[in-house]
């Protein structure tokens, strides 16, 4: 079993809808949870990150942990264009050993 | 200016053949680390080095070597590449907080 799953999509929406992407994790070990953005043929670049359970919200960005279910959501409200991406969830207890989901490709249609 | 720099970018090469990627960091970190995407975007780490020491060594075949000559440098030279090295070799480097890692362009290596 792989620490940390997440749905591959592809997920495709129109502009403006709200976008939601979900991740589960195995260990509940697993402290600090983070989204990453990854635009085609670049680095992945850090979106957000949250301690333990609740909610992180940064402009059109929410990311939620719910550690009883092992959950990680990132929401993403007007979804623009230029959020088509793929987004990964990644987890650590450590801050050394990182885990990553395979990501979510992500397609806001115009 | 660029924090977490690779090179080459493009690396299209025959199996059996030794090649190095470079990585360097402007950061000032501590930390660096090289990690493997394959074709499904799965991003897997494979080494890290804190201040010239290896910390982190996955399963990987001793085909790659890591190499550190300084902190703010981390090398990977992989030797009798194979079909199956193919793929997106990303350095990323994490400073005093622990959970933000900043990761490079990325190195496409194709083996033919």
């Known amino acids: 079993q792989k620490e940390v799953e997440q749905d591959p999509g592809p997920l495709s929406v129109p502009e403006g809808a709200i976008v939601s992407l979900n991740c589960t994790y195995s260990?509940?070990?697993?402290?600090?949870f983070m989204w990453y953005r990854q635009y085609s043929r670049k680095g992945p670049e850090l979106l957000m990150y949250t301690y333990s359970s609740g909610n992180k919200e940064d402009g059109r960005f929410t990311a939620q942990v719910d550690k009883s279910s092992k959950y990680i959501s990132l929401f993403i409200r007007d979804s623009q264009p230029s959020d088509s991406a793929t987004y990964l969830c990644a987890t650590t207890n450590t801050g050394n050993q990182f885990y990553f989901g395979t990501g979510t490709s992500l397609t806001v249609i115009p | 200016d660029t924090a977490v720099s690779q090179t080459p970018k493009y690396l299209v090469t025959q199996m059996g053949n030794d090649k190095s990627i470079k990585c360097e960091q402007n950061l000032g970190h501590d930390t660096m680390y090289w990690y493997k995407q394959d074709s499904k975007k799965f991003l897997k780490i494979m080494f890290s080095?804190?201040?010239?020491?290896?910390?982190i060594n996955e399963t990987v075949p001793n085909r790659f070597s890591p190499k550190s000559p300084d902190k703010a440098h981390l090398n990977l030279h992989i030797n009798s590449l194979e079909l199956g090295d193919s793929a997106v070799y990303f350095c990323?480097?994490?400073?005093?907080?622990?959970?933000?890692?900043?990761f490079g362009a990325g190195t496409r290596l194709s083996v033919l």
């Open positions: 080095y804190n201040n010239k020491e290896l910390i």
């Open positions: 260990n509940s070990a697993f402290q600090y």
């Open positions: 990323a480097s994490r400073g005093t907080d622990k959970n933000i890692q900043y």
